[in-house]
């Protein structure tokens, strides 16, 4: 819950990944400098993390703690396995039926309609999630909470997905510059 220094880890790590990312970049790294951005990220990240929380990771091994870990895991796993592969099979479809320029133009749609549901709900996830942690123990709690923060998404995801669809036309030529 301390979204303060969360704040700071995250600006760190982006200014830091950022500002290695151009200097590779610029430096004729190409592509590659699309990755160290996010293994920096990631390494800054994890390192500030440690360093406010004063946490440690240390070795320990109960057999019965890791089957239930792996149980759990395998289950996830799985299952964003099948919906990785059922969210993505338009892109699929459309790249292989009608090119990749048309893939490229489809995607960059999907992304700008999906831009103000996923901004909106990542910012009040990083918030629910430690707040419903402390709730843990009154389901009815956990659940009226849950409800009334995706009552919150909608009322402004909707409408501003519906203005991206309703001025779709304008709004990738201004945005992305193509006729």
Request: proline share 3%; hydrophobic share 55%.
């Amino acid at each position: 819950m301390n979204f303060k220094a969360l704040t700071i880890i995250s600006v760190c790590a982006v200014a830091t990944s950022g500002t290695i990312s151009v200097l590779l970049a610029f430096s004729g790294y190409g592509v590659w400098s699309l990755v160290w951005n996010a293994v920096v990220a990631a390494v800054v990240t994890v390192a500030l993390s440690w360093m406010y929380s004063r946490w440690v990771p240390r070795v320990f091994l109960a057999l019965q703690e890791v089957r239930k870990v792996i149980r759990f895991g395998s289950n996830l796993t799985g299952f964003s396995f099948i919906n990785y592969f059922s969210r993505n099979l338009d892109n699929l479809l459309i790249g292989r039926f009608l090119g990749p320029a048309s893939l490229g133009l489809y995607n960059l749609a999907y992304n700008l309609l999906l831009f103000p549901l996923t901004n909106i709900s990542d910012v009040i996830g990083r918030v629910m999630f430690p707040a419903l942690s402390l709730l843990q123990g009154d389901k009815k709690k956990v659940r009226e909470s849950y409800i009334i923060a995706n009552r919150h998404v909608a009322s402004i995801s909707f409408p501003l997905m519906t203005w991206l669809f309703v001025t779709a036309p304008q709004l990738v030529r201004v945005v992305y510059g193509l006729r």
